[in-house]
């Protein structure tokens, strides 16, 4: 059982029957009153954000969740399409909405894993950090700054990151998936 006070980041619990994640918590206490956590939280089987404040005394079943390689397909009509991995028949399709921003960094037959509640797949993680080929980038041009600058480049899979202006169309770069911005360059072709 988890407590009002053991919803940090990344806990995941039972609320209302259905398995959630906390995004962010913080401890509030007012005047001569209990203590409340406030938090936003996620709902993992239809992907709703709600912002909750839990009181004391509250109490939570951990969520037994399990993870599991899937890959992804294909997109087509907002609707992302994903296999288990040792038999390609069984298909099955999460929605944009659904799947929110991390829908961007998807490429074809990228392996993620996939998380089963009750032995059914509810949703899918991408690894913090992925490698990309950059598609399109405008050149580089050095002027009068201070510090190094930046600017668009469109991804393999469609993602818009700001780039060093070193980066040029065929290079690989790695991007972090949870704030989506670039972190190094992997290879130049």
Not at 47 to 53: A, F, I, K, S, T
Not at 101 to 126: C, H, S
Not at 174 to 186: A, C, H, L, Q
Request: with cysteine; hydrophobic share 40%; net charge neutral.
């Amino acid at each position: 059982m988890l407590a009002h006070s053991d919803l940090r980041p990344g806990t995941q619990f039972i609320y209302e029957g259905q398995p959630w994640e906390v995004l962010e918590a913080s401890a509030m206490k007012m005047a001569q009153r209990r203590p409340v956590i406030q938090s936003k939280i996620k709902n993992l089987i239809d992907g709703r954000v709600q912002e909750r404040n839990f009181q004391q005394g509250d109490m939570f079943d951990e969520a037994d969740l399990q993870k599991k390689e899937i890959k992804f397909l294909y997109q087509t009509k907002g609707q992302y399409f994903f296999c288990e991995i040792n038999d390609p028949a069984k298909r099955f399709f999460f929605t944009e909405e659904k799947i929110g921003p991390q829908a961007k960094y998807l490429r074809p037959n990228e392996i993620v894993t996939g998380i089963l509640f009750e032995e059914k797949i509810i949703t899918f993680k991408l690894p913090i950090k992925v490698q990309l080929k950059v598609k399109e980038s405008a050149a580089g041009v050095k002027g009068d700054r201070a510090q190094a600058g930046t600017k668009e480049a469109v991804l393999e899979s469609g993602a818009v990151v700001q780039v060093p202006l070193f980066i040029e169309e065929g290079d690989v770069i790695e991007v972090n998936t949870e704030d989506g911005k670039y972190v190094k360059r992997v290879e130049k072709e």
